[in-house]
């Protein structure tokens, strides 16, 4: 008994967690669209943390996501939901994308170390 006790607060905290945010689009937002890399020269070689974003897809070296819906939060982050696949496996996920620098930076959080991506031109 005395072990549910402990629980109880996490619980309780748990609870008091805000809902995230609603997808209430269906393409990715203009101002994330475009290819995105750490330097210029991996802007012209294609970098390891490269990422190319579309209205419709969110496309990583070794993976992409096919856009099911977005969910902005605030002028600058959007979560992105969809299908992910790579090719060793497929799922359903989310990936949230931030805007920094007036929009010429682009973090990608996805449970990884965050490593800011420049606008290639």
């Known amino acids: 008994m005395h072990g549910l006790a402990c629980l109880v607060p ?10 995230p945010p609603t997808a209430t ?11 995105w890399d750490r330097t210029l020269e991996e802007c012209r070689t294609g970098g390891p943390l490269s990422v190319r ?3 419709s897809e969110v496309m990583f070296p070794d993976s992409r996501i096919a856009v099911t819906g977005v969910a902005p939060d605030g ?7 969809g299908h992910f696949a790579s090719e060793v496996a497929e799922w ?8 920094a620098d ?5 973090n990608v959080v996805n449970g990884t170390p965050v490593s800011p991506r420049m606008k290639c031109p």
């Open 25 to 35: 689009l269906r393409e990715v937002p203009a101002k994330f669209v475009g290819r």
């Open 102 to 106: 007036g929009g010429k930076e682009l």
């Open 53 to 55: 974003v579309t209205a």
């Open 92 to 99: 359903d996920g989310s990936v949230r994308l931030e805007l």
């Open 75 to 81: 002028a600058n982050a959007a979560r992105v939901d």
């Open 10 to 19: 996490v619980l309780l905290l748990a609870a008091c967690d805000p809902p």
